[in-house]
């Protein structure tokens, strides 16, 4: 238990295991905002949830309903650690999970899912879930490339306008990977009158806006709503962007799987700030970003038809089906990128190897300051070890 409760670990947990002032004593912070955020990663059960009153956040941690909240997480164990602790903290336990939705459609490339999390006081946080394993879920993500919308962002937006009229007091929004870039738009994009009620919108690692989307006269009004926060090596925030301002945090781990936000350090009540982006990220940003922006649409389209076509090679639905069965699904992949044009292939291998270290973090991936683009067919440098065997 002392293991499991440990308030000098510098990350969320110790944070939730040794904050005990209410939100009346202390407001909402960044790292209050990344707890959150993570909160709409869960597959919620039963109807109360779904409902406007809601229940509270403590009551959903029963044994019987565990397997099926962390059923296709990114992290099932670190999760289910995050729901204990914040159902024990006094600072979160009241609040009240309500509003929520889950909306997969494979067929529009679409994963949509949000709740309200109801603090004490009347204030309320619209949380927005980052992207889960699956490949459709990605896919999305890669589409706001070329896209000034997708299918999600419009939910988002419809969503916050359905639930802004059942919240007394202010309007927080945020969310993790792709769910902070959720948030973001759904400030943008949503009616005067519920901007008005917005306090601050908290994106964690969101990837970035097309250059179009940034133009827009709201999004220029309502930009300083926004606190983005990325770590060192973000791969996944800096997919695509161009005009967010965002601030540095420190991580314990390194290169790509900075992505994992139990791994973003906190100290006191703040996360620990960096100076700037960390050469890793840099040169993915540089290199992958500018490359894109080159791009017309139709091309912008293209290449992500062409990166999930390769990733779909294997016949696998998502990244942890993609890890568990590497020994088929590397060599098929291998197969379509042979198919490439040398230069195509050069951009798609790094678009997959920032996917490929975002979920599969028991792949070490080589540190990007020293990454050279691996040379087709020999992927040892993005899966090593695997690649090698599957040979």
């Known amino acids: 238990m002392a293991s499991f409760f ?64 962390a059923h296709g997480l990114w992290d099932p164990e670190g999760l289910m650690r995050l729901l204990a602790l914040v159902a024990a903290s006094p600072r979160f336990r009241d609040l009240r999970v309500s509003n929520y939705v889950d909306d997969f459609d494979e067929a529009a490339e679409k994963q949509f899912s949000a709740c309200v999390l109801r603090l004490p006081g009347g204030d309320a946080y619209v949380s927005y879930r980052g992207t889960d394993n699956t490949l459709v879920g990605w896919k999305e993500d890669f589409n706001m490339a070329f896209e000034t919308g997708v299918p999600s962002q419009y939910a988002a937006i419809d969503y916050l306008e359905r639930v802004a009229p059942g919240i007394e007091g202010r309007i927080f929004l945020g969310g993790h990977s792709k769910g902070g870039n959720l948030a973001v738009c759904a400030a943008a994009r949503c009616s005067v009158g519920v901007a008005a009620r917005i306090e601050r919108v908290f994106s964690h690692d969101g990837p970035g806006f097309t250059e179009e989307a940034l133009a827009d006269e709201l999004w220029k009004e309502r930009a300083g709503l926004v606190s983005k926060t990325v770590p060192r090596s973000s791969v996944i925030g800096m997919l695509f962007e161009r005009q967010e301002d965002y601030a540095v945090v420190d991580s314990a781990t390194m ?46 389209e293209g290449f992500v038809e062409t990166l999930f076509s390769v990733l779909n090679a294997a016949g696998e639905d998502t990244f942890a089906d993609l890890s568990g069965n590497w020994q088929a699904s590397v060599p098929a992949m291998l197969r379509r990128l042979g198919e490439l044009e040398p230069e ?41 070890g695997k690649a090698a065997e599957a040979r």
């Open 6 to 69: 440990s308030p000098d670990e510098k990350n969320v947990f110790g944070y939730l295991a040794r904050s005990f002032d209410t939100f009346a004593e202390r407001p909402l912070s960044d790292v209050d905002s990344l707890v959150l955020a993570c909160l709409s990663y869960y597959r919620y059960q039963g109807d109360a949830v779904r409902t406007r009153e809601g229940t509270r956040v403590s009551d959903l941690f029963c044994a019987e309903h565990l397997d099926e909240m």
């Open 255 to 300: 290169g790509l799987t900075q992505h994992d936000p139990f791994s973003w350090v906190v100290e006191g009540t703040d996360f620990v700030r960096c100076d700037d982006l960390g050469r890793g990220a840099s040169f993915v940003d540089k290199g992958l970003n500018e490359w894109i922006g080159r791009m017309t649409r139709e091309e912008r």
């Open 344 to 384: 195509e292939r050069a951009h798609i291998t790094r678009a997959l190897s920032a996917l490929v270290g975002a979920f599969m973090p028991n792949v070490e991936l080589p540190q990007l300051p020293d990454f050279e683009l691996p040379q087709f067919p020999d992927l040892a440098e993005l899966l090593p």
